[in-house]
């Protein structure tokens, strides 16, 4: 007999994690949105609300449909409302002791059976199970931005996942409807071992002086058929984000080829994360966004 999910909680209502409480409310989960501030819950349902609104008028599910996810999704200020939940993704900030403080407040409240899991994009699965009381019922599901949009799913086991996990979480990609890519326990595991080093050439390419933003990005869009530049995609995804990632291979592969480049630490100092802060290797304050250099 395998394990049977049927109520899924998500820590962290922003943009990754609106956007797994959204995919999972329409594959029939029940959901519970937590987050520790009031408004991000609030903006993370708005989003859900306007995502699913395109999706209707896209035709890809109906309204009565759009209703009935709404109507599954609850929010919770408070860990305790996560207490009988069969499955919880946490997806908070890409910052390892933020992640280890969150565990230590939410294990002692879930039921022995409940499996934890972490949207995380780079840390170690296995670091990060060895911090809670269920490192064999621990396991990463890393989702792609936006999550309504992208189909893959990279699924992590650390070197203490069980079988029966495992299994779970395959069956809730699929239920999901995600295509799973499975990923060893390696620093940024598969995708971002691959982007984020380009991403970060990019920007090496752009502090050294060889093309402007507009020109990386017009480069790379119509030279290599990308669907977006990498330094749009860097802000897309948030410079801060970005630089955690790879400070993490860094660290992690002991590689001078994943050196942060300097002028990436220099906007993330500067506050400038891309689209969520409207400014990072764009500014987004107007009609149309401008590059910043």
């Known amino acids: 007999m395998g394990i049977e999910l049927k109520k899924i909680g ?27 501030s009031k408004d991000k819950i609030e903006s993370g349902l708005a989003s859900i609300n306007g995502n699913l609104v395109r999706q209707v008028q896209k035709e890809q599910i109906t309204e009565a449909e759009r209703d009935a996810a709404l109507a599954r999704i609850s929010a919770a200020g408070d860990l305790d409302l996560l207490s009988d939940a069969d499955l919880v993704i946490e997806s908070a900030v890409e910052n390892e002791q933020i992640k280890r403080k969150i565990y230590s407040q939410l294990c002692p409240l879930l039921k022995p059976e409940a499996i934890l899991a972490t949207n995380t994009s780079s840390i170690s699965i296995t670091r990060l199970a060895a911090s809670t009381d269920r490192p064999e019922r621990f396991i990463g599901i890393h989702f792609m931005n936006p999550v309504p949009i992208m189909e893959l799913v990279e699924l992590v086991r650390g070197i203490a996942t069980e079988d029966e996990t495992y299994e779970a979480a395959k069956g809730f990609v699929n239920r999901i409807g995600k295509k799973m890519a499975v990923a060893e326990d390696f620093p940024a595991f598969m995708v971002n071992r691959i982007l984020l080093p380009m991403i970060n050439e990019a920007i090496y390419t752009l502090y050294e002086g060889v093309g402007s933003v507009e020109s990386i990005d017009t480069a ?29 291979l860094y660290e992690g592969l002991a590689d001078s080829k994943y050196r942060p480049c300097p002028l990436l630490v220099k906007y993330v100092e500067a506050g400038w994360l891309g689209r969520k802060t409207q400014r990072g290797f764009y500014d987004y304050r107007g009609d149309v966004p401008v590059p910043t250099r």
């Not at 995609?233 to 993490?248: P, Y």
């Open 220 to 248: 790379m869009k119509l030279g290599a058929n990308h669907p977006m530049g990498p330094l749009q995609l860097a802000d897309f995804i948030g410079l801060d984000t970005c630089l955690s990632i790879m400070q993490v």
């Open 10 to 36: 998500v820590i962290g209502a922003g943009q990754m994690g609106s956007g797994i409480a959204h995919v999972c409310a329409v594959a029939g989960f029940d959901v519970v949105l937590s987050d520790i």
